[in-house]
């Protein structure tokens, strides 16, 4: 997406992607730094680590407690800043809205999954007024702390640890499961039916119907997979790297045909 809307605007840049162990995070940042890269995303598992390795948290980085992108920025006597963002929190409510055309203030939530993008999700659905999360997660002990850190954040949130005992507005996939064929629902039917749920969104985008999704469909609810969220954080990124207004079609239409098109 981002070498599409790179070629949209003219601009002879290029996104590419590496590998890099974890261990060598700070010395892949650094090079990039020396290279005069423009910026970087970072992905599983490097955003957390990066929080300690740029120069810099903009308020976004800070809030959310992870770095999805970084700029190089020129900072006093020709010394390259290393910048921190995040990008992926408005990314996951941008898309709900768009996507579901879903109301967030007031909403039921139940949420799956307690890894990195749970809490972020977690985080930034109590901070759009959502009534009620309820979190449920195979680690039972990850989806408390973050309970616990929404109590101390944003009081006014009514926070369960467990599935819900009434209906919802939406069920949020945030878990790994449904990335391979093989994969269960993230979803145990039995303790909580889809019926009772108006909307299923699935942070997955390939395949781009999982079998919670599948099932959602069945059961009558508006479904819709991660794909918008992936667009959203992109289109941010783009725009803080090159300061110009991101061609979000374009983006969206490489995104659809480069990610399904195996
Ligand atoms: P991400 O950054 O994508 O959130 P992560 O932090 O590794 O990645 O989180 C993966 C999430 O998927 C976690 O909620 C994880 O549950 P645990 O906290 O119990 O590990 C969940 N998950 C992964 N594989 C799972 C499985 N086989 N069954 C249930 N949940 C699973």
Known sequence: MHNAAFAALGLNWRYLAFEVDPQNL???IEGARVMHFAGLNLTVPHKLLAVDMVDELAASAKKWGAVN???FEAGYEGKIRAVGYNTDADGITRSLREDLQLELRGAEVLLLGAGGAGRTA???LAAENVAELFLVNRTQSKAEEIAAEIKR?????AV???YPKTDVDL???????????ADASSLDEKQFSLKQARAVYDMIYRPAETK???AAKAAGCKTANGLGM?????VAAFEIWTGATAPRDVMRRALEETIYEH
Not at 171 to 181: D, H, R, V
Not at 230 to 234: A, C
């Open 26 to 28: 700070r010395a892949a």
């Open 69 to 71: 992108t970084i700029k």
């Open 122 to 124: 977690a985080l930034k």
């Open 153 to 157: 954040q944003f009081p006014a949130v």
């Open 160 to 162: 369960t640890v467990g």
């Open 171 to 181: 069920i949020l996939n945030a878990t790994s499961l449904g990335l391979k064929p």
């Open 212 to 214: 919670l999704l599948a």
């Open 230 to 234: 992936l667009l959203h954080q992109g």
